[in-house]
């Protein structure tokens, strides 16, 4: 079974789910999950989890992503973005001749949205109420209110503008949604806008460079050790983090996801430990644990994430 994380190449019209489907059926094997949903007709980084670095999934959507956009000034849709029905259609070249719309205006709307930002999230979204997805209800017709959430806008760059098309690279916090954005922009500039193209370059460390496709992916599958080759280690997704060790009669505790005194530990007298400070735990030859953490009130390591499987 192949453990750690491949960085998938999106193509459009396939699903989040789609690509774990497919990637079941290429790698041979059931345990594979996503780390946060791309809409069908977007592309580019969606990190999969494979084997025991499926524990992951959580913590890996909680990360920063960046994406390139194109938004269409002039039309608003159901969606929010160009796959959608249009509900309102404003005569952009018009606003511009007129001086209602400018090159400058639209760069200061823009990035007034950088930084906290509530956001209301689309109604075609995967986002669930009583326990039905939105995107269920508005397929059947139905709008509900929904509630504001921060998201934050890291930042907006490389924007140019080609009447009424605006391109543009957007860093965000977990999930915001861009098509959002590109809606709410045009709302603020008076004339409507959606969302044309997305693609997602980059979530945490991981980068459109490093990904692959599912074509590309299924001729590596014809080797075990290939398709290693392009996986990232749970150890090197968390190298940030110090490592520790227990001290080797303290091992058994570790393998059975229990809690540790500093006492039980080998650990540098100068690390300086931290409310909830994360690290990677090892037992003492080495073998990597899991996610541990301290809890400073009880003076105790504890397990946040357990990847160690007894053999």
Same mark, same amino acid.
């Given at each position: 079974?192949y453990n750690?994380? /491949?960085?998938?190449?999106?193509?459009?019209?396939?699903?989040?789910?789609?690509? @774990?489907?497919?990637?079941?059926g290429i790698?041979?094997?059931?345990?594979?999950?996503?780390?946060?949903?791309?809409?069908?007709?977007?592309?580019?980084?969606?990190?999969?989890?494979?084997?025991?670095?499926?524990?992951l999934?959580?913590?890996?959507?909680?990360?920063?992503?960046?994406?390139?956009?194109?938004?269409?000034?002039?039309?608003?849709?159901?969606?929010?973005?160009?796959s959608?029905?249009?509900?309102?259609?404003?005569?952009?070249?018009?606003?511009?001749?007129k001086?209602k719309?400018?090159d400058?205006?639209?760069?200061?709307?823009?990035?007034?949205?950088?930084?906290?930002?509530d956001? &209301?999230?689309?109604?075609?979204?995967?986002?669930k109420?009583?326990?039905?997805?939105l995107?269920?209800?508005?397929?059947?017709?139905?709008?509900?209110?929904?509630?504001?959430?921060?998201?934050?806008?890291?930042? /907006?760059?490389? @924007?140019r &503008?080609?009447?009424?098309?605006?391109?543009?690279? @957007?860093?965000?916090?977990?999930?915001?949604?861009i098509?959002?954005?590109?809606?709410?922009?045009?709302d603020?500039?008076?004339?409507?806008?959606?969302?044309?193209?997305?693609?997602?370059?980059?979530?945490?460390?991981?980068t459109?460079?490093?990904s692959?496709?599912?074509?590309? /992916?299924?001729s590596l599958?014809?080797?075990?050790?290939?398709?290693?080759?392009?996986? &990232?280690t749970?150890?090197?997704?968390?190298?940030?983090?110090?490592? /520790?060790?227990?001290?080797?009669?303290f091992?058994?505790?570790l393998y059975?996801?229990?809690?540790v005194?500093?006492?039980?530990?080998?650990?540098?007298?100068?690390?300086?430990?931290?409310?909830?400070?994360?690290?990677?735990m090892?037992?003492?030859?080495?073998?990597?644990?899991?996610?541990?953490?301290?809890?400073?009130?009880?003076?105790?390591?504890?397990?946040?994430?357990?990847?160690?499987?007894?053999?």
């Open positions: 079974m750690g994380v /491949i960085i998938v190449n999106k193509e459009k019209g396939f699903t989040s789910h789609d690509v @774990v489907a497919k990637l079941r790698l041979k094997q059931k345990k594979i999950g996503h780390t946060g949903t791309l809409d069908p007709d977007a592309t580019g980084v969606l990190p999969v989890c494979l084997g025991h670095a499926t524990k999934c959580d913590m890996l959507t909680d990360k920063d992503k960046t994406y390139d956009t194109v938004m269409l000034l002039g039309k608003v849709t159901d969606t929010q973005d160009i959608g029905q249009v509900l309102k259609a404003t005569d952009v070249e018009t606003m511009l001749n001086g719309l400018s400058e205006k639209i760069l200061q709307v823009i990035e007034s949205f950088v930084g906290d930002y956001q &209301i999230p689309p109604m075609y979204s995967a986002l109420v009583n326990g039905k997805k995107y269920e209800l508005a397929r059947e017709g139905i709008e509900i209110e929904r509630k504001a959430r921060p998201v934050k806008i890291l930042a /907006i760059e490389n @924007v &503008i080609e009447f009424p098309r605006v391109y543009m690279t @957007v860093s965000c916090s977990k999930g915001t949604y098509r959002t954005l590109c809606h709410d922009i045009g603020k500039l008076m004339c409507g806008a959606c969302m044309e193209e997305l693609k997602r370059t980059k979530v945490s460390s991981f459109l460079e490093n692959l496709t599912l074509d590309e /992916i299924s599958a014809e080797s075990a050790e290939a398709v290693n080759k392009q996986l &990232i749970v150890e090197e997704i968390f190298d940030k983090y110090p490592s /520790i060790c227990t001290i080797e009669k091992d058994k505790m059975n996801g229990n809690s005194a500093l006492s039980m530990l080998d650990i540098d007298e100068k690390l300086v430990l931290e409310e909830n400070m994360r690290f990677r090892y037992d003492s030859v080495g073998t990597f644990i899991g996610i541990f953490y301290y809890n400073k009130k009880e003076k105790l390591i504890k397990c946040d994430k357990m990847f160690y499987a007894a053999k």
